[in-house]
């Protein structure tokens, strides 16, 4: 069975500090997916990883991929108050169908 | 393009009632998706669809129906609501060729 697990569960971050959230998951899978979820909000796509040692960036957001060691990471940068949100990883599983399996995500709270 | 939209945006329902939550989408995706996401938790995959006329169980289908008789439209459907169905419904496309699923806004649902 897939499973995806994120840590920290919750991150409470000053502004201008770096952190990163891990996310783990348990069989071989080529895909990881990272989105952005704000309060009471649907989903926006951040990073599509699709092979082994992919490395995305946007602003002070970086994500990279290891599948030998079933990890993807999220590294914040100077982390600034426009972060604060619920970040989720998915694995892609079922071939061509590129079903999901999430995360159970990670709150994060920037603080000034 | 509206993307993929989705009603209604909220819904109260009384347990036992039926419903059916509308999903539509006009990027000519062949995939689309239901996931519901229960509070601090991830997504979860309740059904999917790999073209019209094709549907499959994800995790979590008890308790729900699907059709799909064109490409733009995936509705599902609740026939018996109980409380466990008290949930956010999330609907998904997705483009094969570019491995990433566009969500919807969401339904928020309550069963009483």
């Known amino acids: 069975e897939l499973k995806v697990e994120q840590n920290p569960l919750f991150l409470s971050m000053q502004e201008g500090k770096n952190y990163t959230i891990y996310c783990n998951y348990s069989?071989?899978?080529?895909?990881l997916y990272w989105y952005r979820q704000d309060p009471g909000k649907s989903l926006e796509s951040l990073f599509v990883?699709?092979?082994?040692?992919a490395v995305k960036q946007e602003g002070r957001l970086m994500a990279s991929l290891d599948t030998k060691a079933r990890l993807s990471t999220l590294h914040i940068t100077a982390a600034v108050h426009d972060l604060s949100a619920t970040y989720f990883c998915?694995?892609?599983?079922?071939?061509?169908?590129?079903?999901?399996?999430f995360g159970t995500g990670t709150l994060l709270a920037v603080q000034p | 393009n509206a993307g993929v939209t989705q009603t209604p945006k909220f819904r109260i329902l009384k347990i036992g009632q039926s419903m059916t939550l509308q999903c539509a989408q006009d990027?000519?995706?062949?995939?689309m998706y239901w996931y519901r996401q229960d509070p601090g938790m991830g997504l979860k995959l309740i059904y999917y669809?790999?073209?019209?006329?094709?549907?499959d169980k994800g995790e979590v289908p008890n308790g729900y129906n699907v059709s799909r008789s064109t490409t733009e439209d995936f509705p599902l459907r609740l026939e018996l609501a109980a409380p466990s169905q008290t949930s956010v419904y999330f609907c998904?496309?997705?483009?094969?060729?570019?491995?990433?699923?566009?969500f919807g806004p969401g339904t928020r649902l309550t069963v009483l």
């Open positions: 998904a496309s997705s483009d094969p060729g570019r491995n990433e699923q566009f």
């Open positions: 069989t071989t899978s080529d895909r």
């Open positions: 990883l699709l092979s082994n040692g």
């Open positions: 998915a694995v892609g599983y079922g071939g061509a169908t590129n079903k999901l399996i």
């Open positions: 990027m000519n995706h062949n995939y």
């Open positions: 669809s790999v073209g019209a006329g094709i549907t």
